[in-house]
């Protein structure tokens, strides 16, 4: 082989390697479970909100006023803290007084899915803020559209 296709085949793979790496690096999922909180899918969250329980969009507002999951108030959960389950929420700001005032009310939080770490954030926020029936929509509202559901 010749010198220069050698070295444009290595800035090849280099470049997809690094490509690779960048997406793997942002793309962490959320962790399976969150203490405090029951974890339920659209399914189940449709099954919830239809009985009254409040549903929180944890996304910022221009995602809320692209489409959200009807009758969903949002509670935008600015986020500055790592993309982990022990993330420093004091870096962090939400506005819980847009949540009901009854800590006994169930809430259903969610976002933009399982790499989205909003609602799994505001979630945890509301339990230690005191709220008592919790649920978090893991997979947000790609599961809670591909069900077919209501969005507005």
Not at 44 to 50: F, G, M, Q, T, V
Not at 114 to 126: Q, R, T, V
């Amino acid at each position: 082989m010749n010198r220069k296709l050698v070295r444009n085949l290595g800035i090849s793979i280099t470049t997809a390697a690094l490509l690779l790496f960048g997406q793997l690096a942002f793309a962490v999922d959320t962790p399976a479970s969150l203490k405090g909180a029951t974890v339920v899918d659209a399914t189940k969250a449709k099954s919830l909100a239809d009985s009254g329980i409040k549903i929180i969009d944890a996304r910022v507002a221009n995602e809320y006023a692209e489409a959200h999951i009807k009758g969903a108030i949002s509670v935008p959960y600015k986020e500055k803290s790592a993309k982990s389950a022990d993330f420093d929420a004091t870096q962090d700001s939400v506005d819980l007084t847009k949540l009901p005032a009854d800590k006994n009310a169930g809430l259903i939080f969610y976002c933009n899915g399982a790499e989205c770490w909003k609602g799994y954030k505001e979630a945890s926020a509301a339990v230690k803020a005191g709220y008592k029936t919790v649920y978090w929509l893991r997979l947000g509202i790609p599961d809670w559209k591909a069900k077919g559901y209501p969005v507005e």
